[in-house]
């Protein structure tokens, strides 16, 4: 038996709203694939979509900023070889032999979309452009991008360089983790301290466009289209955005973003700390690491049930609290016990709702 110890409750009156109310309005996309998705569940909140392979351009620069930051330090000099000189496309124009630091390169891949920012960061963390693309393709599979296929760390148009919006949108996710990261792609305009002008961020929601814009990266090509990544956040909420060859990205953005921040809003389904149970008069001692946050449809709230339960582990049984919407599990939470129970039993949460809402 893979579960142990069940119960099953209605929860719905002791959640914690942080938002709105919610709406039913609806929209259009030029988008050809997309899809939102909420950061911290990684729940996706609409999709268009969004498991096509498809060509992403500039976007691909997530990744190369994400393996930069994870293996490099800021102040790393780097020095700029013949091959970043020579890239194509969009560029910051470094030239052979000239040094920048790993952080102003990354602003200006980030901001900027340097292709020949890309090939020095890939020939400095990864010994060459072959050997960090490696990386590239290790952490997509970790991640879980089994969608997704690397050939360079720029983006420009290659057989076999691909993803999809669903398989960006984890990627964002797993980025943004990172402050490093974040404060880059929040980035309106950084001055590098080996030019004496700015670079100014591409990513037009930054500029006033859209008041909760928290970052993103653009990209481009002919055979790609116009495609983006972005983030947004609004009451405590924080949404991943993807568009693929999207001919207005920018409307399509914003219309995802209202939409969803008003048709959802996040509750705290279980609290940090330790909780008491009783079963049959014995009491259970149960803790919870971490709050328990997740996006939710007002209309959603009524369906909620949770069950906490048993499962075998090469270390023994461990608790979890499962979290369900009718017959879809949409969150399960790993517990730590006091005491391990051997046989099934039915718990009465009398004691851990006054526990946590008295």
């Known amino acids: 038996m893979r579960i142990f110890l069940f119960v099953s409750i209605f929860i719905v009156l002791f959640l914690f709203p942080t938002s709105g109310l919610a709406t039913n309005e609806t929209f259009t996309l030029s988008a050809e694939h997309a899809i939102v998705m909420e950061s911290e569940s990684g729940k996706v909140l609409y999709d268009k979509d969004a498991n096509v392979k498809k060509p992403i351009a500039s976007i691909t620069k997530i990744m190369t900023a994400l393996i930069a930051i994870e293996n490099g330090q800021l102040d790393d000099p780097v020095v700029i070889s013949e091959n970043a000189e020579q890239i194509h496309g969009s560029s910051l124009y470094l030239k052979k032999g000239e040094q920048m630091t790993l952080e102003s390169l990354l602003y200006g891949l980030m901001l900027r979309s340097g292709n020949d920012a890309s090939i020095a960061i890939a020939e400095h963390i990864g010994g060459s452009e072959e050997g960090f693309v490696a990386m590239m393709n290790e952490k997509a599979e970790k991640i879980g991008m089994t969608n997704t296929h690397f050939k360079n760390p720029h983006g420009l148009d290659e057989e076999d360089h691909y993803s999809t919006a669903y398989d960006m ?35 037009q929601l930054l500029h006033g466009m859209y008041d909760a814009s928290t970052g993103g990266k653009t990209g481009f090509t002919k055979r790609s289209g116009r495609t983006l990544v972005s983030t947004a956040k609004k009451n405590k909420m924080t949404l991943i955005a993807v568009t693929l060859n999207a001919p207005d990205d920018w409307k399509d953005h914003m219309a995802m973003f209202e939409t969803t921040f008003s048709t959802y809003s996040i509750f705290t389904l279980m609290k940090k700390g330790w909780f008491t149970v009783q079963n049959e008069g014995e009491q259970l001692h149960f803790y919870v690491r971490d709050d328990v946050i997740y996006p939710l449809q007002h209309n959603e709230k009524e369906a909620l049930q949770m069950k906490v339960i048993w499962k075998k582990t090469n270390e023994g ?42």
Not at 322 to 348: G, R, S
Request: proline share 6%; glycine share 0%.
């Open 317 to 358: 049984k461990k608790p979890y609290a499962q979290f369900h919407i009718e017959e879809e599990i949409i969150q399960t939470i790993p517990l730590e016990a006091k005491e391990k129970e051997e046989e099934p039993f039915y718990i009465k949460l009398k004691d851990w709702f006054l526990r946590w809402w008295k």
């Open 169 to 203: 949108a984890l990627l964002m996710r797993e980025a943004i983790k990172h402050e490093q990261f974040q404060q880059i792609s929040e980035t309106k305009k950084y001055k590098p301290k080996e030019k004496d002008y700015p670079y100014i961020n591409k990513n």
